[in-house]
């Protein structure tokens, strides 16, 4: 039986040793493997435990195929759900995120849907969704 999760995001970030420094100080990630790529300056994959859940990433590789790192300003066409415990979780991780470089697209706010609700950009374009159940 395989360990690894049935379902994970798979980010390609520029540099993805930054992005790991940024995901483990930001979202108290925790890292479970890493791949460095031959040449000794890119990673080919690293697999992050994040709030329970998987994320795996790596650098560009455009010789293998056509995925690219996304531009900080434009669209984004996929976005990273975290499900907090708490709507405290939600302010705290971003109020990390923006001040170690994520900008802020939506501050924490209480949802008509029952979340502490935020939305943010992480230096490396990815945008990450937070939610956290309000108290009742």
Not at 25 to 34: C, G, P, S, Y
Not at 47 to 56: D, K
Not at 111 to 124: H, M, V
């Amino acid at each position: 039986m395989s360990t690894r999760p049935p379902v994970a995001p798979y980010l390609t970030v520029s540099p993805a040793a930054g992005a790991i420094a940024f995901y483990t100080a930001a979202f108290d990630a925790r890292q479970k493997a890493l791949m460095p790529a031959l040449d000794g300056m890119r990673i080919m994959h690293c697999e992050l435990e994040i709030n329970g859940g998987a994320l795996f990433l790596s650098d560009a590789f455009p010789e293998f195929g056509k995925a690219r790192t996304p531009l900080p300003s434009e669209p984004v066409t996929m976005s990273v759900s975290l499900e907090f415990a708490t709507a405290e979780q939600v302010d705290e991780v971003f109020a990390r995120a923006t001040k170690l470089g994520a900008s802020g697209e939506v501050t924490p706010t209480d949802s008509f849907w029952g979340t502490r609700t935020a939305i943010l950009r992480d230096p490396f374009g990815h945008r990450w969704i937070m939610n956290g159940p309000l108290a009742r």
